[in-house]
DNA sequence: TCCCAAATCTGAAACGTTACAGATTGAAAG
DNA sequence: CTTTCAATCTGTAACGTTTCAGATTTGGGA
């Protein structure tokens, strides 16, 4: 039934395939548009119009529950199309309208957390599922500009909204977006006084409650591993590291020169070394669980021991940490969450929803797990 | 400059946009071919035509070098395309050829492996980035028939090739798609006597060394925590597990009812369990990183510990194992490079290719990590 | 001088869809 | 018995591209 299709798709059987394609117009005869010939390969408007005897307009429309078709017709192309499997043609409705049906995940391939690429795939495919929206994955390395990416999608028209994440507090990607009014959403919020679709993970709440539950342990000397500090959400930890590190009147140790971006060998090893110190932590809170790996093994590295010399409280999004030390806290971010709630702003936004119901934050749970998991 | 093409890609500006689209055409005076109009909004091969005089069946052949135009108009019509940021509109493209320059990686969204995902995804990236080919994830449920995403690819045509994983020796899909001629590559072989297109990581191998490596420390009670055996790489690592341990005149204490599709709970519970037993194993070969964890904190569970009273070979795909113990073996499998050959792999496939040179095997390396990583 | 072939170039048609501007009904209103 | 109008339906054109079947020019050979 879908040789043809196939066949036009696998580029070494063009000529074969093309040729006795629709031969329904010989030469010499005009077309008779009563015989549309019989259906082959995929069904298309056309198919269903002369099985129908109605035009290919009035199908269209019928399809689409156009007001101005009779309900009988209406009912009875429908039957017809969902019959031999009529599936518009994502080129033919894509060159007509512009509209792609496409929604881009613009990624850094130099992502270093395991497991969050593919949680929020996830999510975004699951918010996919039932619409006719597919998901294209759009890579960039974080040595080039992260500009270029969002540039090529909207400049091309590649998809009809876009998902960025790595955002930052004054976003030139975002700020490129708006200009040209592009359909967009972040995860993670910007502080440039725009209204915009965006998921996040509330990291102020989550770095507060780490350290009051590190305070509650009777630690005194907290160092946080942080995110690089142009992105959005160093600003959202740090502040609410630094809020409650005040509040509960205890010091901090400060990290310099690694962040959650570093490899695991370098914060592996400016761990050990920061620990070697007179003065060092005795408290950690740590932005994602494979960094917190590095810090486990630097810490030990000194000679240290999690749970009696130093307490870890950090975020995860797999469930491995309390696998790899039980004595870490561990609260959990739903990357998949995350990706489901992306795909939903950013179809709220290319639908032109009120933005103010495009905005999630995700708050850390009550999840501070303890030695057991 | 392109503000017509990013309102024609936001629907809720549609009606705006498209009435004064390119006005050329008066409705009183018929068209006049040689004034084309202001170029406005994204350049098409109409505008080339329009500044260079030339037909666009010229400018079209121009820009893909068909020998039958001039060398001096080649030149002249490419240049100004590069000037002008001419790109070619893909759904026109799409329509006009049946070539969607689109691959679809086919994803099992139950995947428990971190890492895996975005590892094969940047790799496939990394080989599709200086093509014209866009990546495009299809998710499926691994409790859903593995069929249904490949038939919807196959029947709609929304690509020209297909990389499925989790490849069964007898795989219904890939026979699907050979019967249909549609371009795929797989990730693991197959054993139906067809050749296709494929990458694999040689288990057979892996497991193999990875047993002698246990029994050159002495072990000789050895268990497999291998794959659901409906899987192609299952009987690979099985395979030369057997020999091995039949090599070496070691004995298999089976591990029975847990594959590494098993949660972590599932494996963490089940190994204790064994690990209780009179009959317990002092080898481990692992299949994957993530399973290799609930290993570990099964038998430790159990009051045992890793390097003393059992030794555990494993794969990983992220660098964290020797993190979590240091005495696991590590035999590192290269995920991403795996999603660069199988893009390669789709990609001659699609171009017609002979299937031989599609065909990857990967081998383990000597990358049996000691105590140290 | 004429003709033919090679070298360049060209318009028309088509891929499948939707928007536009009617066309065709039947019935209600005058 | 018209007229009008709403309810249905329809053909044409267009989106941007490539293929087909020429058209035009040039130059060489006779």
Same mark, same amino acid.
């Given at each position: ?74 009912? +009875? ?16 409705? +894509? ?46 390395? +974080? ?68 350290? +009051? ?161």
């Amino acid at each position: 039934m879908y040789e043809i299709e196939t066949g036009a798709i696998c580029p070494h059987a063009h000529h074969a395939l093309t040729g006795p394609h629709m031969d329904e117009h010989t030469p010499d005869t005009p077309v008779d548009e009563t015989e549309a010939g019989p259906d082959q390969g995929r069904p298309t408007l056309k198919t269903i119009a002369f099985m129908t005897g109605l035009g290919v307009t009035t199908v269209s429309r019928a399809l689409k529950d156009a007001p101005e078709i009779g309900a009988a017709t209406r009912k +009875r192309v429908q039957m017809i199309a969902r019959q031999i499997g009529y599936r518009p043609n994502r080129a033919g409705v +894509r060159l007509r309208t512009g509209k792609t049906n496409v929604i881009s995940l613009i990624l850094d391939t130099e992502e270093q957390v395991g497991g969050f690429v593919s949680d929020i795939i996830y999510g975004i495919s699951e918010a996919l599922a039932k619409t006719s929206y597919h998901l294209i994955v759009t890579p960039y390395s +974080r040595n080039n500009d992260p500009l270029e990416p969002v540039r090529y999608v909207v400049e091309t028209g590649s998809a009809d909204g876009i998902i960025i994440s790595r955002t930052e507090p004054d976003d030139k990607r975002v700020r490129y977006m708006i200009e040209h009014g592009f359909p967009f959403a972040t995860h993670g919020r910007t502080d440039m006084g725009i209204s915009h679709a965006s998921h996040d993970f509330d990291n102020y709440e989550y770095a507060a409650q780490a350290v +009051r539950k590190l305070a509650s342990l009777g630690r005194r000397r907290l160092a946080l591993l942080a995110p690089p500090s142009n992105l959005s959400y160093y600003h959202h930890m740090r502040d609410g590291f630094a809020d409650a590190i005040a509040e509960c009147g205890l010091t901090e140790i400060p990290i310099n020169g690694v962040t959650l971006d570093h490899s695991i060998q370098e914060v592996r090893q400016k761990t050990a070394q920061m620990m070697r110190r007179e003065l060092r932590p005795d408290g950690f809170v740590s932005g994602s669980g494979s960094s917190t790996f590095a810090l486990v093994a630097g810490t030990e590295d000194a000679g240290l021991e999690i749970g009696r010399d130093v307490d870890i409280v950090s975020k995860q999004s797999s469930k491995l940490l309390h696998l790899l030390r039980p004595q870490i806290f561990a609260v959990d971010e739903n990357v998949r969450l995350a990706g489901f709630e992306l795909a939903r702003s950013v179809m709220g936004s290319i639908a032109g929803k009120d933005i103010a119901s495009l905005q999630t934050l995700s708050k850390p749970g009550d999840a501070f797990q303890d030695k057991q998991g």
